[in-house]
């Protein structure tokens, strides 16, 4: 099966990451791994939002697919509310990549591509149109970085 083997590599992935510790990463005027996953929590526990969530969300880039990865499980994901925050989240994201993120490495979707297709199994293609949309959107953002 795909799915454990996508897992173990988003995974590795993470704690293979170069140089960052995701924990404790706060350079001034971003947030750290914590307040990405309160904000998480927060905005799909709830189902609503601030401007400070979207801001967070905007400052940290593919950093939020590791978040979501490690906030929320698969069952809870694959809810179609809960989904539908995951995607909307994702694309905050990648709102402004080129500007916002600050670490240069979030500034491109690697992790947030693997959490696209893996939301689409767990959702058994159900929202694939959706899916396909942020993934077209994320990958147009990211190309203005370079």
Not at 24 to 32: I, N, R
Request: net charge positive; charged share 25%; hydrophobic share 40%.
């Amino acid at each position: 099966m795909r799915v454990p083997c996508l897992l173990a590599c988003v995974v590795f992935l993470s704690l293979a990451s170069p140089a960052q510790d995701w924990q404790e990463c706060k350079p001034t005027g971003d947030y750290s791994f914590n307040d990405v996953k309160a904000a998480i929590h927060r905005v799909t526990s709830s189902g609503m939002y601030s401007g400070w969530d979207e801001k967070t969300f905007a400052r940290s880039g593919d950093l939020v697919a590791v978040a979501v990865l490690k906030t929320l499980g698969d069952s809870e994901m694959a809810s179609p509310e809960s989904a539908k925050w995951v995607l909307l989240i994702i694309r905050w994201a990648f709102a402004c990549p080129q500007y916002c993120v600050k670490v240069t490495d979030d500034r491109r979707p690697r992790i947030s591509l693997l959490l696209l297709e893996h939301l689409n199994q767990i959702t058994r293609g159900k929202m694939q149109v959706e899916i396909e949309e942020v993934k077209q959107y994320i990958l147009q953002q990211a190309r203005k970085v370079n």
